[in-house]
Every structure is written in structure tokens, then in C-alpha cells.
């Protein structure tokens, strides 16, 4: 396999549909062999089969991120498939619209146990095995799924704007820590066109928001997959500790 990362590998959870789903194809497409975890999802087989179609090595693993049980069979399963782990991906992530006075205590758990305690879970153990690298060899990455809304004010948006604002600050403790053999990343999409902003997810006033920006659509998965294709190629190695905005001018922070 040729591409700009043959033989490397790497795991994207939430990674059957998606912003993940174009992430993990995207990095196939490149020479990457790329596990992928998802909660449940019956896509999961589709995206796969067009993976193993790119890497024969391409494997996909059923977890929850917030359950540290699942987190560490799961990097344990990368490491016997893969005996290295090159690129980490925490992209798996859910949302709860309701107000605040709405929200229970629950709800809100549950949303930062899947997008901020998966992140550092599968962070921390993608870092143990990322981190011994032989001399001269790219140093490995890690790239968390953030938001435009871990930098605004939302209505109904309160425990997903938190855990994502918790995504970016995990970012750079990662970044510092594991200088300079892992380089750690956020990606802040503003809107994207996946089920996540369906209206099965979100009501109507919140995606007609989420259209008065700038740009006035939504992005396309493959446009979030561009950027973190950058951020784990050589073209990144002195990129650490950052978070990028890709969000039609949503957030100019
Ligand atoms: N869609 C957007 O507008 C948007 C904007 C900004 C950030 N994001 C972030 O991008 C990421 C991907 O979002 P998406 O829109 O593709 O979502 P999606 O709902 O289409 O897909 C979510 C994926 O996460 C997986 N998942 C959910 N809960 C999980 C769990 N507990 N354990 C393991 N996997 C789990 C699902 O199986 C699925 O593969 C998320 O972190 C999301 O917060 C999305």
C-alpha cells in the first residue's frame, strides 16, 4: 500500500458513521490499516467492509468509551492486531439537547462520561502504547473531536458545550505531558451534517442556529476528515496543544 501514511495504524472510535466514518476512510485512503470502535451501531459493518477494501488489517470493535473496562480490552485488542498504535481519533461523542433547567443530573453524566471521560480513558490508554517510538520514527498522535460550542454560549446545549470546553483543556495537559513522542491535538467543527444533527437529535430552533453563520451550511464529514488527515501527517510535526476551528466562521475566537 502506497499513501502518505502506509504501514501506519490507527483506531477512530465512534468511528462507524459520521464525522468518524470519513475520518477513518480517510486515513485508509492514505495507507493506514484503522481500527474502529462504535456503541451498538448497526453501520458499523458497512463501514468495515469499504475499510478492509483499503486494509485487509482494518478491524472494528463494539465499546462503550466511558466504561474503562471496555477502553482498556479494546487497546489491548489494537495492540495484539497491531503491535504499534500510531493514531488515536476520539471522536465518539453524544448530545442531549434540553435546557438547563431540564437537564438532569443524569443526563448530564452521561454526556460528559461519553465525550470528556472516553476522551481521557482512551487517551491515556492509546498513550501507553504510544509511547515508547524508536529514534527517527514520526512521533504518534492523538486528535479529540472538540466543537465550536466548547467556546460558545448555547441555549440547550450546557453539558455538551461543557464536556466539549473539557475536551480542549484535556488537549493540552495531553500535549505537555507526553512532549515530544506524542503530538495531541482538537479539531472544533461547527456544524456537521451527520445524524448527530438530524432532526431526530436536535430541534428546530437549534439547527436553524446552527445555519446563521457565515458560511450558512454544513459541512460535509469529508471536510472535518481533511483537517485530521493534516494534524497525523508529517506535515504536523511541530503542531501540539492546539485546537483548530473548522466551523464556517461560527466561532473567531
Ligand atoms: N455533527 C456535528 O455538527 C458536530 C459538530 C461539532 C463536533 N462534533 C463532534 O464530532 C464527533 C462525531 O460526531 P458525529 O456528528 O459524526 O456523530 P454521530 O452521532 O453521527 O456518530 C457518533 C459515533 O459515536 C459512537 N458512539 C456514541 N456513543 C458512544 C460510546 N458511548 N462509546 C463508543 N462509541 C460511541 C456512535 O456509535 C457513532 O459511531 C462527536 O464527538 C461530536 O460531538 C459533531
Redesign the pocket.
Known sequence: MTGALAGRTALV??????????IALALAREGASVA??????E??AETLADLQALSSKSFAFE?????ED?VVAMLAEVAARFRTLDIAV??????REAPILETSAADFDRVV???LR?TFLVGREAARHMRERPAGVSPARIIN?????AFLGREGMAA?SA??GG?VALTRSFATEFAPQILVNA???????????SPA?MSPEALAR?LDIPLAR??A?EE?AALALYLAGDGARFVTGQCYGI?GGSAMP
Not at 479539531?187 to 444533527?197: H, L
Open positions: 472510535t465512534g468511528g462507524s458513521r459520521g464525522i468518524g466514518r470519513a474502529i470502535c462504535h456503541h451498538g451501531d453501520r458499523a465499546a462503550d468509551v466511558s466504561r471496555d476520539n471522536n465518539a461523542g453524544i448530545l462520561a461519553v465525550n472516553g473531536l472538540a466543537s465550536d460550542l455538551y464536556s466539549k475536551v479539531i472544533a467543527p461547527g456544524p456537521v451534517d451527520t445524524d448527530m444533527t437529535t446552527d454544513f459541512a464529514p472535518i466551523n
